[in-house]
């Protein structure tokens, strides 16, 4: 096992090792259940299914990926032999037998036991010993396989036809040969230029009577303006029936090799091969002798001691879906909450009632410091540490710092500051994405580093923090740096603005993000292609954060990422126009004015309002959605921040601040601009909640296009 | 300008192909197929000057399209590198049988593939 | 069941009471000689005059008509959004969607709740809800097709002719 220093004691494990006995208990507990399913097909001398073999052989695939994450070398190790083993099972190199199956237990029993003593120094001797004797017997196991090609070889059949066949196709001619199917070649020429129609329908045609084993081209007569295909068919339908079926002026249709077991063909029908299909079936397998060796004795002295699985680890894996409904219990308890207050203020407002208004006031605020911990246990439940990305994060790094050539170092601050878990699963992909960019377009090659006067190797730098109600995410290299101009320049080309409009450097970096500007013919294997900042940027919008992107030419390049800390539970700012009341997000509300109507100015054709010298935009709410407005001297105005943009959202008035779930609309015309969702006010219905960046950035278009 | 046609099912492999090959040190222009049948449709349109295949591919596999090309007086003389699995070393062997010029095994080392294209398309080490 | 409102007058029975009802209706029907698989079950409202009806299975609740909240950049026939025991779900007015006349809301109008595909609810204001009713598969006629298509069969009820409302076609509503 691997020499890190790690406490076997349970209580005293890090959290590391125990989220990896918790994740390869999951592992072990399906290929346990596999296995036993497997058994069972097995005695009762049923085939085996391919699909259980396969699954198995996933398992011990992620088991072993699993520890090498961990440095678990020895488990690594044995999960390795496993899959060997497995895959010349699901391959048909290995039959699946009885001694195979006792094999496969004994190793799940002893990852079981390795699992125990994760971290415990002094099992490590006979641990690694007990994983040399297991793998000493896998392999033994693996040589005495029966290689398939002998089957082959003496049956007679044409050289010509194995010769293109891969061990896969192998293995299914094999397979249909034990099950007394025909084999059959079925060929047809067509035009070079234009075959694949009819090499389609010829295909379908032997696909209705059996199954496809391999398709051979070869050139035909004309070589230049012809090319053949013959079609290897394994079928149970009679070579007569088939002949007729297939058979045609430009398809010839040729016994390969007769159903074995001798039988005479010509008067074979398909309601008597069923039986004897059984009957070769049991004729070809292998006898089943038990031979499972007896277990060593240092496992069987320590099976005593092992105990029952579900008591090693103390992690719980929980659906994320009974989070999402636990929230939205939690969430509907803080509105009624609400609404408990608002009626506690009535009855304080009647002096009949004001006494029981008090008492009701006081159990209200108890109720609240309660609700404010079952929330902030809920959410605490959700919350996982950024660690897991970074871990992945590192992994791909590392491959690209092969695969590219160069050498970058990554490092990470802030691991762990923790987030939604649902956000953080979803930060994965465009993570990965600006990390791949920043190796592979931001970070220069080591000798243009040298001339510039840089250290040779490449610096990406991802750090995350938590600020108040947001998380920020920063992915900052010191590669050659984005040239505002160069940007600018490349999206006139592709039409996506205008060439007399006028931005800033900031506006022009900006443009990285605009859909369509990554090109599709960049071929660059490591980034992949066409997926675009225009991706990442929805995607973080999906999760109500937002991107922004700064740069120095030669210098190095940073993202800055802002996330809110959790989905779902958000406070809003509640706003009326006329009669209709909206909420208002605010984690997106900079700040808010109450202002005379007069003070409005207007400018080449907008509304804007003087803030502290500066010209904030205004936007009606009521033009917005078409509602007729109060009509008054004061107006409200909400500022809207979106990044480094600001828009002012005038109102009618407010109605204050309230802790809301934002539920999304169901319904034949749900999605709507402008609308995130809606979310229910106590006894006051549903109040639509405003989706801000929709709505900012509707308003600078339409300023853009003036 | 070297015309290579890559083979290949699996998109990210494909993807990896594509960028080791485009560094070698003469401009070349990369096609990709994403089946052997796909192979077939391409070969007649243009003249390749070196074909990458990898060998397990549905319906029409590496070792068809080998065999395919390798049977072809049109098509023989186009250098042929065949893309096999760690383990397969039947596959790879019956891949050299049918007239293969050189195989790489998966997951491969970029410079040694980059070594070997550049030789194939050099013209040392072309079967006839 | 039968609650007595704050007014004296009979309150109308909503939600699970009204559903058990009508439901308790639909059970007593007699049915037809016929299998079982050639019977069609709906659930029949008014809507402006007529009787319509909707397959049963689709029906997920009745609810009485409450606090709709407007909605903008919507079709015309959506009138808003209601909240619905933690879900918001949009309401379609019927008169609206099938171009009938216009009316005023009574005591007996009620949202008919649906199921819609992929899970999304929808809800769709009725003047009244009547029954289930049990339709031989014989007895439904399709219509012809230069008529609505919203409506695409018809049956016979007694005397009058109930029309089958395709809700895969009514609720499919352009995007604005």
Not at chain 1, 12 to 23: H, Y
Request: hydrophobic letters at 40%.
């Amino acid at each position: 096992m691997a020499a890190k220093k790690r406490s076997g004691n349970p209580s005293r494990r890090s959290k590391a090792d125990r989220e990896f006995i918790a994740e390869a208990e999951e592992i072990l507990e399906r290929m346990r259940e596999d296995l036993a399913t497997l058994s069972e097909q097995l005695d009762a001398g049923q085939e085996v299914e391919p699909a259980f073999v396969n699954a198995i052989f996933r398992s011990a695939h992620s088991l072993k990926g699993l520890a090498g994450l961990f440095g678990l070398d020895g488990i690594g190790d044995l999960a390795h032999h496993l899959e060997d083993i497995l895959d010349g099972m699901r391959l048909g190199r290995m039959s699946m037998e009885n001694s195979s199956v006792a094999l496969l237990d004994q190793a799940v029993e002893l990852f079981t036991l390795l699992l125990q003593r994760v971290g415990d120094a002094s099992f490590e001797e006979e641990g690694q010993q007990l994983i040399v004797d297991m793998v000493a017997k896998i392999d033994g196991a693996v040589s005495n396989s029966t290689e398939s090609v002998d089957e082959l070889e003496g049956l007679n059949l044409d050289p010509s036809i194995l010769r293109a066949l891969t061990e896969y196709e192998e293995h299914r001619l094999c397979e249909n040969i034990r099950r007394g199917r025909h084999l059959v070649l079925v060929g047809s020429t067509f035009e070079i230029m234009a075959f694949e129609d009819g090499l389609s329908e010829l295909s379908r045609a032997a696909r209705e009577v059996g199954e496809i084993v391999s398709t051979l081209p070869s050139p035909g007569e004309a070589p230049e303006s012809q090319i053949r295909f013959s079609l290897l068919v394994a079928s149970d339908v009679s070579v007569v029936d088939l002949a007729e079926r297939l058979d045609s002026p430009n398809t010839e249709v040729s016994l390969v090799l007769a159903a074995s077991n001798g039988k005479p063909d010509a008067s074979q029908d398909e309601a008597t091969a069923t039986p004897t299909d059984v009957e070769s079936v049991t004729a070809a397998e292998p006898t089943q002798e038990p031979n499972a060796e007896p277990v060593p004795d240092a496992m069987a002295a320590r099976s005593a001691d092992i105990e029952t699985l579900k008591s090693i680890s103390d992690t719980v894996r929980v659906d994320i879906r009974k989070l999402d409904e636990l929230m939205n219990l939690v969430g509907e308890l803080v509105i009624q909450r609400s609404a408990i207050s608002r009626i506690a203020e009535r009855l304080a407002g009647d002096s009949a009632t004001a006494r029981v208004a008090t008492e009701l006031g006081k159990v209200h605020k108890a109720l609240d410091r309660k609700l404010k911990e079952l929330q902030g246990s809920v959410l605490d439940v959700r919350m996982v540490p950024l660690r897991q990305i970074f871990e992945k994060l590192n992994r791909v790094g590392r491959r690209l710092t092969r695969d590219l050539n160069k050498n970058v170092n990554l490092e990470f601050t802030g691991v762990d500051t923790e987030l939604d878990k649902l956000i953080v699963e979803q930060l994965v992909d465009p993570l990965m994405h600006l990390v791949r960019n920043s190796f592979d377009h931001a970070i220069e090659s080591s000798e243009e580093r040298i001339a510039a006067g840089k250290s040779p190797d490449g610096n990406v730098r991802i750090d995350a923090l938590q600020r108040g109600n947001h998380v920020v995410i920063q992915v900052t290299d010191d590669g050659r740096g984005m040239d505002p101009a160069e940007i600018r320049a490349k999206s006139e080309a592709l039409g996506l603005i205008d060439p007399d409009t006028i931005l800033t450097d900031k506006e022009c970096l900006a443009l990285v993000f605009a859909a369509g500007f990554s090109t599709r013919n960049e071929v660059s294997g490591t980034s992949g292609r066409g997926v675009g900042m225009d991706v990442v940027r929805n995607n973080l919008s999906d999760l109500g954060g937002i991107v922004d992107i700064s740069s120095e030419v030669g210098e190095g390049t940073t993202l800055t990422m802002t996330l809110p800390i959790t989905l779902a539970i958000i406070q809003a700012l509640v706003v009326c126009v006329g009669d209709q009341r909206f909420a208002i997000p605010l984690n997106s509300v900079f700040e808010t004015l109450l202002i005379e109507t007069s003070e409005i100015q207007r400018s080449e054709g907008r509304e804007i309002l003087n803030v502290r010298g500066e010209a904030l935009i205004l936007r009606r709410l009521s033009d917005e959605f078409d509602i007729e407005p109060e009509d008054d001297e004061r107006q409200y105005v909400v500022v809207l921040g979106l990044g480094e943009l600001r828009l002012g959202l005038l109102v009618d008035r407010f109605e204050g601040q309230q802790d809301t779930v934002i539920k999304s609309i169901q319904g034949p015309a749900a999605n709507v601009r402008g609308i995130a969702g809606a979310t229910e006010l106590g006894d006051r219905g549903a109040v639509l909640v405003i989706d801000v960046s929709s709505i900012v950035e509707d308003a600078f278009r339409r300023r853009d296009a003036a | 300008m070297k015309n290579i046609l890559i083979v290949e099912d699996s998109a990210t492999m494909r993807s990896l192909l594509t960028s080791t090959l485009k560094d070698l040190d003469v401009p070349v222009k990369l096609s990709e197929a994403r089946s052997g049948f796909e192979a077939l449709r391409f070969l007649p349109r243009e003249d390749y000057d070196l074909v990458v295949t990898d060998i397990n591919m549905p319906d029409i596999n590496g070792l068809e399209l080998v065999s395919f090309m390798k049977g072809s007086a049109k098509y023989r003389s186009i250098p042929l590198i065949i893309v096999s699995t760690e383990g397969s070393e039947r596959d790879r062997d019956k891949g050299l049988g049918l007239g293969a010029d050189a195989y790489v095994v998966k997951p491969f080392e970029p410079e040694a593939l980059r070594e070997v294209a550049r030789n194939l398309l050099a013209g040392a080490g072309t079967r006839e | 069941m039968r609650a007595v409102g704050s007014d004296g007058s009979e309150a109308v029975p909503t939600g699970d009471q009204e559903w058990e009802r009508i439901a308790r209706s639909g059970a007593n029907q007699q049915s037809e000689e016929s299998e079982p698989e050639l019977i069609r079950e709906f659930l029949s409202f008014g809507l402006a005059g007529a009787t319509y009806a909707i397959p049963v299975e689709r029906v997920r609740e009745i609810i009485r008509l409450r606090e709709v909240t407007p909605m903008p950049r919507v079709p015309a026939c959506i009138t808003g959004v209601v909240a619905l025991r933690g879900d918001v779900v949009q309401v379609v007015d019927m008169r609206i969607r099938l171009n009938l006349e216009m009316g005023a809301p009574t005591r007996r109008s009620r949202i008919i709740v649906l199921h819609g595909d992929d899970d999304r609810v929808t809800g769709i204001a009725v003047d009244s809800v009547q029954e289930v009713l049990r339709v031989n598969e014989e007895e439904i006629d399709t219509v012809p097709t230069q008529s609505s298509s919203v409506v695409s069969e018809l049956c016979k009820r007694g005397d009058e002719f109930v029309s089958i409302v395709d809700l895969d076609y009514m609720l499919a509503l352009d995007e604005p």
